[in-house]
C-alpha cells in the first residue's frame, strides 16, 4: 500500500517528466474537427466537468487503492455519502442506516429521501434487526460509528444483503483504505470523506466513492447527471495529501493508543470508546477486519455536561472544531440527546479527540491540565 500510495496514479512520462501532474482548470475542451466532437464518446477528456489529468490521476489512485471498478469525485464527504446513496435508491424502497451514523448522513435520509419513496430504517449497529431485505434494500454500514465508535459485524451484514440481493454500501473515512477495504469484503460501495485523513491538512473538502463492478454503472449515470465533481485545486491538494497518508496514519494511530490507554487509567473517565482498545466490546471485530486503527475516539466522562464543557474550554493544544483528519488534535463534545432513535444514549457526557501529530507528551500534559481545569 505506501508504494502505490507512493507511485499511484502518477504518469510522468505523459507530462515532460515532472513527477507530479499538472493541476488542470478546464471547461472547455478544444476539438479539431466536428467529426472529433460526433466521436466525443471516444474522447479522454471531452468535457472540465467529466475528466481531466488531475481527476484522472486521483480516481485511478483511488481505484487501485479501494480495488474497485471505479472511483467519482464529490465536493464533500457529505456528497460521497448523498450520491452513493441516490445510485442504489429506489422507489419504495429502504435504507437501513446504523444509528450510529455520521448525523449528516441521518438528515438526508430523514428529510431528503422520502419524497423520493424511499423510507429511513434504523438499527442497531451492535444487534440489527434488518427485518425483509429485497433488491430495493440498502444497507448502509459506518464503522466504527461516528461519536460513539460501536463496530458492527460487516461480514454478518453484507451475508444478509447478498442473500436478498439488497446493495451495500460503507461509509469508511475511520479507516481509510490502509486499515480496512470494503469492496473486497463483498461491500458494493465504499464512501470517503477525503476532506479528513486523503487530504490531511484542514484545507479543503472533497469525497468519493468507489464501486465494484455491480454497483459502478449506476454510480457513475448519477455522478453525471447530478452535475457535481470535486474542484481541481481540490483534487490536486488531495493527491499531495496521499502521498503521505500511511506515514501520517501510523503516527496518528500511534499517539492516539497512546492517549487511550492513557485516558482509560484516568478517574475522571468513565469509558474510552474506541475498539483498538483491548476490553472494548469492538475489538474482536476490529481485530478481524481491520489492519489499523486511526486518530479518532471517543470517551464518556464520568461527571456532568457542564464539567466537559469546562474540560473542554480548558484545552489549549487541541481545538475546538468540526471535522478531523488534520495533522492537530481537536476535540469535540458528542451532541447524542437527539440523534440515537434506536437506543437512546444513557451514558455520561461523550468527548470527541482526533490525536494529532504533536508530541505524545504535549498532548497528555494538555488533556491532564484540562482535567485540572474541569475539577476546579
Ligand atoms: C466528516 C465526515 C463526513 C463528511 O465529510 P465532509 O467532507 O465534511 O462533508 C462523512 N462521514 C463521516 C464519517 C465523517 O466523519
Not at 505523459?14 to 472529433?36: C, D, I, M, Q, Y
Not at 481531466?52 to 481505484?63: K, M, N
Not at 444487534?127 to 460487516?154: C, H, W
Not at 473486497?184 to 465504499?190: A, N, W
Amino acid at each position: 500500500m505506501a508504494t502505490l500510495l507512493t507511485h499511484g496514479g502518477r504518469h510522468p512520462e505523459r507530462f515532460h517528466g515532472f513527477v507530479n501532474p499538472p493541476l488542470v482548470r478546464a471547461s472547455t475542451v478544444l476539438f479539431e474537427s466536428v467529426a472529433a466532437m460526433e466521436g466525443r464518446t471516444g474522447h479522454l477528456y471531452p468535457y472540465g466537468l467529466t475528466n481531466t489529468p488531475t481527476i484522472e490521476a486521483l480516481t485511478e489512485i483511488l481505484t487501485a487503492l479501494e480495488g474497485a471498478a471505479g472511483t467519482v469525485l464529490v465536493p464533500s464527504g457529505l456528497a460521497a455519502v448523498t450520491v452513493a446513496i441516490l445510485s442504489a435508491a429506489k422507489p419504495g424502497g429502504t435504507i437501513l442506516v446504523p444509528d450510529n451514523v455520521y448525523g449528516p448522513t441521518r438528515r438526508f435520509c430523514d428529510e431528503s429521501l422520502p419524497d423520493l419513496g424511499v423510507a429511513a430504517r434504523y438499527y442497531d449497529p451492535l444487534a440489527p434487526e434488518l427485518g425483509a431485505l429485497d433488491e430495493r434494500t440498502i444497507i448502509f454500514i459506518e464503522a466504527p460509528g461516528s461519536l460513539t465508535f460501536e463496530m458492527p459485524d460487516i461480514a454478518a451484514l453484507v451475508a444478509a444483503a447478498e442473500a436478498a440481493g439488497a446493495v451495500t454500501m460503507m461509509d469508511n473515512t475511520w479507516a481509510t483504505p490502509l486499515f480496512y477495504r470494503p469492496l473486497e469484503y463483498g461491500v458494493d460501495l465504499s464512501i470517503s470523506a477525503g476532506t479528513k485523513y486523503f487530504a490531511g491538512h484542514s484545507d479543503l473538502l472533497i469525497g468519493s466513492v468507489s464501486a465494484n463492478a455491480r454497483s459502478f454503472a449506476a454510480l457513475k449515470r448519477i455522478h453525471r447527471n447530478l452535475g457535481v465533481q470535486a474542484g481541481t485545486e481540490e483534487i490536486w491538494l488531495t493527491l499531495r495529501g496521499l502521498r503521505t497518508m500511511h506515514v501520517r496514519l501510523a503516527r496518528h494511530q500511534e499517539n492516539a493508543l497512546a492517549a487511550a490507554r492513557w485516558l482509560a487509567g484516568r478517574a475522571e473517565v468513565a469509558r474510552v470508546l474506541s475498539p483498538a482498545l483491548p476490553g472494548d466490546p469492538g475489538h474482536a471485530l476490529w481485530r478481524r477486519d481491520f489492519a489499523g486503527a486511526s486518530g479518532l475516539f471517543g470517551f464518556v466522562l464520568d461527571a456532568g455536561e457542564d464539567e466537559a464543557k469546562r474540560f473542554l474550554d480548558a484545552l489549549r493544544l487541541f481545538g475546538l472544531g468540526y471535522s478531523w483528519g488534520g495533522f492537530e488534535s481537536l476535540a469535540v463534545l458528542g451532541e447524542l440527546r437527539h440523534t440515537r432513535t434506536v437506543r437512546p444514549w444513557r451514558e455520561g457526557p461523550v468527548i470527541r479527540l482526533h490525536i494529532g501529530l504533536e508530541d505524545l507528551e504535549d498532548i497528555l500534559a494538555d488533556l491532564d491540565q484540562a482535567f485540572a481545569a474541569m475539577r476546579g
